[in-house]
Protein backbone atom coordinates (compact mmCIF):
# COMPACT_ATOMS: atom_id res chain seq x y z
CA UNK A 1 0.00 0.00 0.00
CA UNK A 2 1.41 3.33 -1.03
CA UNK A 3 1.53 6.09 1.13
CA UNK A 4 -1.13 9.10 0.12
CA UNK A 5 1.49 12.12 -1.41
CA UNK A 6 0.00 15.74 -0.26
CA UNK A 7 0.94 18.72 -1.96
CA UNK A 8 1.71 21.87 -0.03
CA UNK A 9 0.10 24.60 -1.98
CA UNK A 10 1.62 28.09 -2.33
CA UNK A 11 -1.01 29.73 -0.94
CA UNK A 12 -1.23 27.77 2.21
CA UNK A 13 2.84 28.10 2.53
CA UNK A 14 2.60 31.65 2.90
CA UNK A 15 0.40 31.31 5.67
CA UNK A 16 3.11 28.50 7.37
CA UNK A 17 5.96 31.42 6.27
CA UNK A 18 3.54 34.12 7.95
CA UNK A 19 3.14 32.31 11.01
CA UNK A 20 6.68 31.06 11.48
CA UNK A 21 7.79 35.53 11.16
CA UNK A 22 5.31 36.18 13.36
CA UNK A 23 6.26 33.59 16.05
CA UNK A 24 10.01 33.55 15.76
CA UNK A 25 11.10 36.23 13.44
CA UNK A 26 12.90 33.24 11.03
CA UNK A 27 12.23 33.90 7.16
CA UNK A 28 11.46 30.64 5.54
CA UNK A 29 12.55 31.24 1.96
CA UNK A 30 10.04 30.36 -0.99
CA UNK A 31 12.90 27.26 -2.32
CA UNK A 32 12.26 26.29 0.60
CA UNK A 33 8.34 24.96 0.12
CA UNK A 34 9.51 21.25 -1.15
CA UNK A 35 11.82 20.48 1.98
CA UNK A 36 8.63 21.58 4.16
CA UNK A 37 6.35 20.14 1.91
CA UNK A 38 8.30 16.74 2.23
CA UNK A 39 9.28 17.02 6.21
CA UNK A 40 5.89 17.87 7.36
CA UNK A 41 4.19 15.04 5.11
CA UNK A 42 3.23 12.46 7.90
CA UNK A 43 1.60 15.34 10.36
CA UNK A 44 -0.37 16.68 7.02
CA UNK A 45 -1.71 13.44 6.11
CA UNK A 46 -2.52 13.15 9.76
CA UNK A 47 -4.55 16.54 10.25
CA UNK A 48 -6.18 15.71 6.95
CA UNK A 49 -4.42 18.53 4.79
CA UNK A 50 -1.42 20.92 5.12
CA UNK A 51 -3.83 23.69 5.82
CA UNK A 52 -5.63 21.70 8.50
CA UNK A 53 -1.86 21.40 10.03
CA UNK A 54 -1.62 24.87 9.79
CA UNK A 55 -4.58 25.50 11.84
CA UNK A 56 -3.26 23.13 14.27
CA UNK A 57 -0.18 24.67 14.55
CA UNK A 58 -1.77 28.50 14.53
CA UNK A 59 -3.16 27.29 18.01
CA UNK A 60 0.04 25.64 19.48
CA UNK A 61 2.57 27.09 21.49
CA UNK A 62 5.49 27.91 20.23
CA UNK A 63 7.32 25.17 22.92
CA UNK A 64 4.94 22.21 22.48
CA UNK A 65 6.30 19.19 20.17
CA UNK A 66 4.40 19.92 17.28
CA UNK A 67 5.40 23.00 16.89
CA UNK A 68 8.54 22.09 17.48
CA UNK A 69 7.99 19.63 14.10
CA UNK A 70 7.48 22.40 12.03
CA UNK A 71 10.56 24.62 13.41
CA UNK A 72 12.79 20.86 12.73
CA UNK A 73 11.79 20.81 9.20
CA UNK A 74 12.00 24.88 8.68
CA UNK A 75 15.43 25.62 10.46
CA UNK A 76 18.75 24.80 8.18
CA UNK A 77 21.03 22.82 10.41
CA UNK A 78 24.27 22.30 8.09
CA UNK A 79 27.31 23.08 9.53
CA UNK A 80 30.20 21.46 10.59
CA UNK A 81 33.68 21.62 13.07
CA UNK A 82 35.99 24.50 12.82
CA UNK A 83 34.11 26.39 10.50
CA UNK A 84 35.21 29.44 11.36
CA UNK A 85 38.38 29.15 11.90
CA UNK A 86 39.64 32.71 12.02
CA UNK A 87 36.92 33.28 14.88
CA UNK A 88 38.14 30.49 17.15
CA UNK A 89 41.50 31.68 17.04
CA UNK A 90 40.18 35.22 18.13
CA UNK A 91 38.01 33.59 20.87
CA UNK A 92 40.91 31.28 22.20
CA UNK A 93 43.95 33.35 21.53
CA UNK A 94 42.44 36.77 22.73
CA UNK A 95 39.05 37.10 24.01
CA UNK A 96 38.86 34.21 26.58
CA UNK A 97 42.35 35.28 27.87
CA UNK A 98 41.48 38.56 28.47
CA UNK A 99 38.04 37.83 29.81
CA UNK A 100 39.16 35.05 31.94
CA UNK A 101 42.41 37.53 33.35
CA UNK A 102 39.00 40.43 34.07
CA UNK A 103 37.46 37.66 36.03
CA UNK A 104 40.13 37.16 38.34
CA UNK A 105 42.05 33.79 39.22
CA UNK A 106 38.62 32.44 40.17
CA UNK A 107 36.42 33.57 38.21
CA UNK A 108 34.31 31.79 35.53
CA UNK A 109 33.93 32.10 31.86
CA UNK A 110 30.51 32.43 29.97
CA UNK A 111 30.30 31.45 26.92
CA UNK A 112 26.85 31.21 24.61
CA UNK A 113 26.59 29.91 21.18
CA UNK A 114 23.23 31.32 20.41
CA UNK A 115 21.68 29.95 16.85
CA UNK A 116 24.55 26.11 17.50
CA UNK A 117 22.47 24.09 14.89
CA UNK A 118 23.60 20.63 15.79
CA UNK A 119 26.10 21.44 18.34
CA UNK A 120 29.18 21.71 16.75
CA UNK A 121 30.12 25.33 17.05
CA UNK A 122 29.59 25.02 21.04
CA UNK A 123 32.06 21.74 21.19
CA UNK A 124 34.47 23.79 18.71
CA UNK A 125 34.91 26.32 21.74
CA UNK A 126 35.36 23.67 24.22
CA UNK A 127 38.27 21.84 22.13
CA UNK A 128 40.04 25.21 21.50
CA UNK A 129 40.30 26.03 24.99
CA UNK A 130 41.55 22.62 25.68
CA UNK A 131 43.83 22.80 23.04
CA UNK A 132 45.11 26.24 24.85
CA UNK A 133 45.72 24.99 28.10
CA UNK A 134 42.41 27.16 29.47
CA UNK A 135 40.50 23.83 30.49
CA UNK A 136 40.68 21.89 32.31
CA UNK A 137 42.24 23.83 34.94
CA UNK A 138 39.78 27.50 34.31
CA UNK A 139 35.93 27.53 35.47
CA UNK A 140 34.11 27.58 31.63
CA UNK A 141 30.18 27.75 30.84
CA UNK A 142 29.40 27.23 27.55
CA UNK A 143 25.60 27.29 26.61
CA UNK A 144 24.14 25.90 23.58
CA UNK A 145 20.68 27.57 22.23
CA UNK A 146 18.57 26.68 18.94
CA UNK A 147 15.00 26.91 17.42
CA UNK A 148 15.24 23.60 16.66
CA UNK A 149 14.41 20.63 19.39
CA UNK A 150 15.71 18.13 17.00
CA UNK A 151 18.94 20.04 16.69
CA UNK A 152 19.39 20.10 20.44
CA UNK A 153 18.59 16.37 20.90
CA UNK A 154 21.69 15.57 18.49
CA UNK A 155 23.82 17.94 20.16
CA UNK A 156 22.83 16.64 23.39
CA UNK A 157 24.06 13.03 22.06
CA UNK A 158 27.73 14.44 20.63
CA UNK A 159 27.97 12.10 17.83
CA UNK A 160 28.73 13.25 14.14
CA UNK A 161 29.27 11.87 11.03
CA UNK A 162 32.20 12.44 9.01
CA UNK A 163 30.48 15.85 7.30
CA UNK A 164 30.68 17.41 10.26
CA UNK A 165 34.03 16.78 10.99
CA UNK A 166 35.35 17.70 6.91
CA UNK A 167 36.75 20.75 7.94
CA UNK A 168 39.17 18.49 11.04
CA UNK A 169 42.21 16.77 10.57
CA UNK A 170 42.71 13.68 11.30
CA UNK A 171 45.15 14.63 14.73
CA UNK A 172 42.61 16.18 15.96
CA UNK A 173 39.86 13.25 15.13
CA UNK A 174 41.91 11.40 16.96
CA UNK A 175 42.74 13.62 19.70
CA UNK A 176 39.58 14.77 20.70
CA UNK A 177 37.10 11.96 19.20
CA UNK A 178 36.25 8.38 20.39
CA UNK A 179 34.73 5.72 17.26
CA UNK A 180 31.39 5.52 17.74
CA UNK A 181 29.22 2.82 15.83
CA UNK A 182 28.17 2.79 12.18
CA UNK A 183 31.62 4.69 11.32
CA UNK A 184 30.69 7.89 13.19
CA UNK A 185 32.65 9.35 16.14
CA UNK A 186 31.55 10.76 19.59
CA UNK A 187 33.37 13.76 21.28
CA UNK A 188 35.05 12.62 24.04
CA UNK A 189 33.47 13.28 27.46
CA UNK A 190 35.77 15.69 29.18
CA UNK A 191 35.57 18.07 26.10
CA UNK A 192 31.61 17.65 26.00
CA UNK A 193 31.37 18.26 30.31
CA UNK A 194 31.24 22.26 30.09
CA UNK A 195 29.05 22.34 27.45
CA UNK A 196 25.04 22.51 27.97
CA UNK A 197 22.14 22.78 25.11
CA UNK A 198 18.63 24.42 25.60
CA UNK A 199 15.80 24.58 22.67
CA UNK A 200 14.52 27.98 22.50
CA UNK A 201 14.32 30.95 20.41
CA UNK A 202 16.26 34.16 20.79
CA UNK A 203 13.23 35.74 20.95
CA UNK A 204 12.19 34.68 24.07
CA UNK A 205 15.53 35.54 26.02
CA UNK A 206 15.06 37.74 28.52
CA UNK A 207 16.91 41.16 28.44
CA UNK A 208 17.88 40.90 32.13
CA UNK A 209 19.47 37.09 32.07
CA UNK A 210 22.24 35.41 32.67
CA UNK A 211 25.04 37.75 31.69
CA UNK A 212 27.84 36.23 29.32
CA UNK A 213 31.39 37.19 28.43
CA UNK A 214 31.31 35.87 25.06
CA UNK A 215 28.53 35.66 22.85
CA UNK A 216 28.60 34.27 18.86
CA UNK A 217 25.85 34.62 16.68
CA UNK A 218 27.22 33.78 13.61
CA UNK A 219 25.32 33.30 10.28
CA UNK A 220 21.58 33.39 12.08
CA UNK A 221 20.40 37.22 11.85
CA UNK A 222 20.75 36.71 8.13
CA UNK A 223 17.33 34.52 8.17
CA UNK A 224 15.51 36.36 10.70
CA UNK A 225 13.25 39.47 9.43
CA UNK A 226 14.56 43.47 9.97
CA UNK A 227 12.18 43.85 13.17
CA UNK A 228 13.54 40.16 14.50
CA UNK A 229 17.13 41.22 13.69
CA UNK A 230 17.14 44.50 15.27
CA UNK A 231 15.46 42.76 18.26
CA UNK A 232 18.05 40.04 18.76
CA UNK A 233 21.30 42.21 18.61
CA UNK A 234 19.74 44.35 21.36
CA UNK A 235 18.74 41.50 23.27
CA UNK A 236 22.55 39.66 22.78
CA UNK A 237 24.15 43.33 24.26
CA UNK A 238 21.68 43.05 27.22
CA UNK A 239 23.22 39.85 27.82
CA UNK A 240 27.01 40.84 27.93
CA UNK A 241 29.02 41.49 31.04
CA UNK A 242 30.57 44.96 30.54
CA UNK A 243 33.30 44.59 28.15
CA UNK A 244 31.65 41.33 27.07
CA UNK A 245 32.09 40.45 22.87
CA UNK A 246 29.62 39.28 20.73
CA UNK A 247 31.58 37.77 17.07
CA UNK A 248 28.83 37.56 14.26
CA UNK A 249 28.78 36.23 11.01
CA UNK A 250 30.45 38.64 7.77
CA UNK A 251 26.99 38.61 6.67
CA UNK A 252 25.38 39.38 9.77
CA UNK A 253 28.02 42.68 10.78
CA UNK A 254 24.99 45.62 9.08
CA UNK A 255 22.42 44.36 12.05
CA UNK A 256 25.10 45.28 14.94
CA UNK A 257 25.64 48.91 13.37
CA UNK A 258 23.11 50.62 14.76
CA UNK A 259 24.09 49.09 18.27
CA UNK A 260 25.40 50.42 21.84
CA UNK A 261 28.20 47.95 20.74
CA UNK A 262 31.87 48.85 19.75
CA UNK A 263 33.51 47.23 16.65
CA UNK A 264 36.79 45.89 17.94
CA UNK A 265 39.61 44.82 15.22
CA UNK A 266 41.48 42.04 16.81
CA UNK A 267 44.20 40.37 15.10
CA UNK A 268 42.02 37.55 13.55
CA UNK A 269 38.98 38.60 13.06
CA UNK A 270 36.68 41.49 14.44
CA UNK A 271 34.22 41.56 17.27
CA UNK A 272 31.82 43.73 19.27
CA UNK A 273 32.26 44.54 22.74
CA UNK A 274 30.24 46.42 25.00
Not at 30 to 55: I, M, P
Not at 126 to 149: A, N
Request: charged share 25%; proline share 5%.
Amino acid sequence: MTTRSLELAETVFRLYQDLLRRRTGFVLADVQRSRLESRLGAEARSAGSFYQLYGRLRNEPTGSPLFGRLLDAAVNGETYFFRDPASLRAFSEEIAPERLLAGGHDGILDVWSAGCATGEEAYALSIVLHERGILPGRRVRILGTDLSPAHIRRARAGVYGPQALRATSPEKRREHFEAAEGGLFRLKAPLAAPVLFEARSLLDEPASGPPFDVILCRNVLIYLDEEARTRVVEILASRLKPGGYILLGASDALAAASSPLTLVRLTNDVAYRR
